[in-house]
């Protein structure tokens, strides 16, 4: 009589134990999948963009650039939120941006909502947070636009120089006929 007795304790304290770790499962994966939900709203994917030098400070890490950046790439990969995952991502991003290199010229100039004069691509990158990260990699070439259009950087510094010396004329020739009348 006492083993079985024992045998129905066990038995129930088992069955006690598998219903209790049932319910608790149930309760810590409901848990689980809030804390997902919780993750993806401020858990960034990897996002590349091309910023121009004139919307950024080089010398303030912290400042956010300004403006639409003249390409934006939003990779659907979500990458560790350590240093290693932000090179993982910036190296993604390289890999993604380098494609559009032949044509940047046009692709910049007809993006970008202004002109711009001399001005360098920075790679930019998110990853986790949306907050913007230089990456410090830039093409090294210079872009002038007007009016969505790209131009030579000499024939644009030439025509930056004419209207210089027509403003300086005009203002000269203002100057004289104020002059005259007294």
């Known amino acids: ?24 499962a149930g309760k810590y ?3 689980r999948a809030a804390d997902v939900e ?7 994917p990897c996002t590349c963009a091309i910023f ?30 350590t240093a290693t995952g932000n090179k993982q991502c910036s190296n993604r991003c390289l890999d993604a941006i380098v494609k559009h290199l032949p044509n940047s ?22 990853n986790c947070v949306p907050r913007w990260v230089n990456s410090n ?4 070439k210079e872009f ?11 024939l644009m510094a030439e025509l930056i120089r004419q209207s210089i010396l027509e403003n300086g004329n005009a203002t000269s020739i203002a100057v004289t006929s104020s002059e005259e009348q007294r």
């Open 1 to 24: 009589m006492d083993t079985r007795c024992c045998a129905l304790l066990l038995r129930s304290l088992l069955t006690v134990s598998i219903f209790l770790s049932a319910a608790t």
């Open 29 to 31: 994966s409901r848990f």
């Open 38 to 44: 919780r993750n993806a709203i401020t858990n960034a």
């Open 52 to 81: 121009l030098s004139g919307q950024f400070n080089r010398f303030n890490r912290t400042e956010q650039p300004k403006g639409n950046p003249g390409i934006q790439l939003e990779l659907m990969q979500h990458f560790a939120c």
């Open 105 to 126: 010229q046009n692709v910049i100039c007809a993006t970008i909502d202004r002109d711009c004069y001399r001005e360098r691509a920075y790679l930019f990158y998110q």
């Open 137 to 140: 990699l830039s093409a090294g």
């Open 144 to 154: 002038c636009c007007q009016n969505d259009e790209p131009m030579r950087c000499n």
